[in-house]
């Protein structure tokens, strides 16, 4: 027992010296998902900075997942097609890890009633297979899990903090939640470090807009570019939290090295609260053209609304300096430019 504790001490005070130095640099890294939205852009920020990328993707067409991602540095990573659930394909990748960036789930929250359990698999099971097998393996890489604000559900006070009772209204919610719970009974059993990072509404470049059951900012800038109208349940005054994918990205890559985070539950956003139609507004001055119209809401929408909803960001402002930098608009219009070059690689 001794012995054990002993090594375990030892396992997280190396991992916290390499931590302390700030570094990615040829640090071994595990993206699950990495073809999608998120993962894509954490990838080619990481690549940037010397660490060696591993990406696992199933490149399921019903999401995000898309190889021009990945082009710019489709050389300097390794690429592995597969089921994160696959535990076959997952053991060897995990083995390997220094951290891991467990990002691959089934993102929409409409979804996730109608195919339950498959969100179970893939929002809550993957995550077990993955503690599963660093505590096989003695491995303890540190876990970096992409959960939700849905794991609250229904926001009472406008902004929400990490510290909110969690009640979920979409069996996503409920399955993320189960997640961060199997982090955190894995880090107090086993001190396999982790940390949860509870994301708003990300947008920006590489973000699917093949629909809109997820990333509607993306799907807008879509319906703007094709001269549709854009329909808004209610009066669309709901306040949601936007953030641009470059400050998400500078969230995911402050929280990753600072070792006070672990074993924390980090909420990442933009801290501010924009209006629904607001939002809406916004897409269609950046991108010129389109309409907006206000319809009633329709009832199965409803039951899952989770009212205004802006991210108390001031525990990882503290933990790491981070502050966004991109305004609604200038993130709006920098994505806009993507689409305008790329928009056949995205449709
Ligand atoms: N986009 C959002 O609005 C949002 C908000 C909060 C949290 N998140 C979370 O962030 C993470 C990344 O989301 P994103 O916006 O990049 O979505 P995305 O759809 O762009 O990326 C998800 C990726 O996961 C891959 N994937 C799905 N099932 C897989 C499986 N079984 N095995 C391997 N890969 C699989 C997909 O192919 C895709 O590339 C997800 O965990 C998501 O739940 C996203």
């Known amino acids: 027992m001794l012995?054990?504790?002993?090594?375990?001490?030892?396992?997280?005070?190396?991992?916290?010296?390499?931590?302390?130095?700030?570094?990615?640099?040829?640090?071994?890294?595990?993206?699950?998902?990495?073809?999608?939205?998120l993962g894509s852009n954490l990838a080619v920020r990481l690549v940037e900075e010397g660490a060696a990328v591993t990406i696992l993707d199933s490149l399921d067409d019903r999401y995000g997942g898309n190889t021009v991602n990945i082009d710019r540095i489709k050389n300097?990573?390794?690429?592995?097609?597969?089921?994160?659930?696959?535990?076959?394909?997952l053991q060897p990748l995990v083995a390997d890890a220094d951290i891991i960036f467990h990002f691959a789930a089934q993102v929409s929250?409409?979804?996730s009633l109608k195919i339950p359990l498959e969100d179970l698999d893939k929002n809550a099971l993957s995550t077990l297979l993955m503690l599963e097998i660093c505590?096989?393996?003695n491995h303890r890489p540190l876990i970096l899990f992409a959960s939700s604000r849905m794991v609250l559900g229904y926001v009472s006070n406008k902004m929400f903090s990490e510290n909110d009772y969690p009640k979920p209204l979409s069996l996503y919610g409920v399955h993320k939640l189960?997640?961060?719970?199997?982090?955190?009974?894995?880090?107090?059993?086993?001190?396999?470090?982790?940390?949860v990072m509870?994301?708003?509404n990300p947008y920006g470049p590489r973000q699917q807009i093949k629909h809109s059951k997820y990333s509607l900012v993306g799907w807008f800038i879509r319906m703007a570019m094709n001269q549709e109208t854009i329909r808004i349940f209610g009066e669309?005054?709901?306040?949601?939290?936007?953030?641009?994918?470059?400050?998400?990205?500078?969230?995911?890559?402050?929280?990753?090295?600072?070792?006070?985070?672990?074993?924390?539950?980090v909420n990442i956003g933009s801290g501010k609260g924009t209006a629904f139609r607001d939002m809406v507004s916004t897409v269609l001055e950046v991108v010129g053209n389109g309409q907006m119209e206000f319809v009633p809401w329709p009832n199965n929408y409803e039951n899952l609304e989770t009212g205004d909803a802006i991210a108390d960001i001031s525990l990882i402002r503290d933990l790491t300096g981070f502050s966004?930098?991109?305004?609604?608009?200038?993130?709006?219009?920098?994505?806009?430019?993507?689409?305008?070059?790329?928009?056949?690689?995205?449709i």
């Open 236 to 265: 669309g005054t709901q306040l949601r939290d936007y953030i641009y994918s470059e400050d998400i990205v500078e969230g995911f890559f402050r929280i990753g090295k600072c070792e006070k985070a672990i074993g924390k539950i």
């Open 109 to 111: 929250y409409i979804d």
């Open 324 to 346: 966004p930098r991109f305004s609604l608009h200038e993130g709006t219009a920098r994505t806009y430019e993507y689409y305008k070059k790329h928009l056949s690689d995205y």
């Open 135 to 137: 505590r096989a393996l």
């Open 178 to 195: 189960l997640s961060e719970n199997y982090l955190h009974l894995y880090y107090r059993e086993f001190k396999i470090p982790f940390i």
């Open 3 to 37: 012995i054990k504790k002993h090594y375990l001490r030892k396992t997280l005070l190396n991992f916290q010296d390499k931590s302390c130095m700030n570094e990615y640099k040829l640090k071994k890294i595990l993206i699950t998902g990495g073809l999608g939205f």
């Open 76 to 89: 300097q990573v390794r690429l592995i097609i597969g089921d994160v659930c696959n535990k076959s394909i």
């Open 198 to 200: 509870r994301l708003t």
